[in-house]
């Protein structure tokens, strides 16, 4: 897949959470360093190893974003940690390609001498990464009073010894806790991240999981860029385009809504008529997710997703571009975005009915807002198109509703 690199669908990611909450991304890159360069002391992993054991520490909070303690850091550090670790373990395991790895963010805040699965093929690293996490907790909320050896009476009982040793090494050597004082530590940090290596399959699925990081801010926005995905393979089975055009629509159709991750869901999901500040809030989603892909994903698949929301008569937005402008992927995702919030209203709007979306769709092709051509398609092939999409929901929320399942099971045993 030439569409995006395995580093940057990883800082697709990270960009998408840190717009949730910057503090908890901060925190996983911190603690990523430090492993980073307890395991470079060691001498033991591949550049390679290295990058992948790094991601997941970036990762390691992830379960933050869906529980109740996200701005009480040392709350779901310490007193409470459960929640989010069972959360973030669930994620990896049910949504992401990352399975193998799921169980270092489980176990993350369990003591050494405690760990269940001494055999599991990441019971060291886990080990390591309580280290790295308790290390960077306590020097950002102790301050000057920070002593990196304050640990060491712990050691071999609630934390490893040898993790221990790899960080005092690590601190010796590169200075870590000064260089993250600095901000130096990014540089050394993204220049691992450049030996990222996915197969095309798992950037597939990586990619496929960022949908579902949508709904740490709204669950109507995910369900929505479904919709969308959906419609959208329907009009390319529909309406010739290029099997290059029809890849990068897919994507668009999967990325076109990133930026919402910025939107509080207060307005997403307010379901009245927004002021117009509101409005302004609402409509610079288009700039973040812009901000987010710019650089990193194939142009011609940015393009379509920053055109969503413009209209063929030059009406929409952000740029008020016209039919000519655009290509007829782009006016596919502008047609499938607008049905997709028909079908899924936000707030305690009902669904439209058949007839009503019909009549919406084509009073805006014949004031020249949609594409005819598409709006067509879709009112030719309307139950079938929506057999699809009520195929594509089951499919793609079966897995997140079998991990909301699991997790409201096992956090209340």
């Known amino acids: 897949m030439n569409l995006i690199s395995s580093r940057d669908i990883f800082y697709v990611i990270c960009d998408i959470l840190r717009k949730l909450d910057p503090k908890v991304m901060n925190h996983g890159l911190r603690t990523a360093y430090l492993l980073y360069k307890m395991m470079q002391c060691k001498k033991k992993y591949e550049d390679f190893e290295m990058a992948d054991l790094c991601m997941i520490a970036v990762l390691h909070d992830i379960g933050t974003y869906k529980t109740d303690y996200l701005s009480d850091h040392l709350r779901y550090e310490s007193r409470d940690s459960k929640a989010h670790s069972l959360y973030g373990y669930l994620f990896l395991l049910y949504l992401t390609p990352l399975k193998d790895m799921s169980k270092m963010i489980l176990y993350h805040h369990t003591d050494f001498e405690s760990f269940p699965e001494r055999e599991y093929e990441y019971a060291e690293m886990t080990g390591w990464l309580n280290v790295a996490e308790k290390m960077d907790i306590y020097q950002n909320a102790m301050g000057s009073k920070f002593d990196y050896t304050m640990f060491q009476k712990q050691a071999g009982t609630k934390y490893s010894a040898d993790a221990l040793e790899a960080l005092y090494q690590a601190q010796k050597k590169f200075d870590v806790f000064g260089k993250i004082n600095s901000g130096e530590f990014k540089n050394e940090l993204s220049e691992l991240f450049d030996n990222l290596i996915f197969t095309n399959e798992f950037k597939r699925d990586l990619l496929i999981s960022t949908l579902y990081l949508l709904s740490f801010r709204s669950e109507a926005v995910m369900k929505d860029t479904i919709i969308t995905i959906s419609l959208c393979i329907s009009f390319a089975e529909k309406i010739y385009i290029s099997n290059e055009e029809s890849e990068n629509l897919y994507y668009a159709a999967l990325l076109h809504d990133v930026g919402m991750c910025a939107v509080p869901t207060e307005i997403i999901e307010s379901g009245r008529k927004l002021s117009e500040e509101e409005t302004r809030t609402l ?93 067509r398609t879709f009112v030719n092939f309307y139950d079938k198109m929506m057999e699809n999409v009520d195929a594509d929901l089951r499919a793609f929320l079966a897995d997140y509703n079998d991990l909301q399942n699991d997790y409201n099971v096992k956090i209340s045993q």
């Open 283 to 375: 409509r610079s989603h288009v700039s973040v997710t812009e901000s987010i892909l710019r650089g990193r994903i194939d142009q011609d698949c940015l393009d379509m997703i920053l055109m969503h929301h413009e209209r063929c008569d030059g009406s929409g937005y952000p740029h008020r571009l016209r039919d000519y402008q655009m290509s007829k992927p782009a006016k596919m995702l502008q047609v499938a975005d607008s049905i997709a919030a028909l079908i899924n209203p936000k707030g305690s709007k009902e669904p439209k009915s058949k007839e009503a979306i019909i009549k919406i769709l084509e009073m805006e092709a014949d004031a020249g807002k949609l594409n005819s051509e598409i709006v």
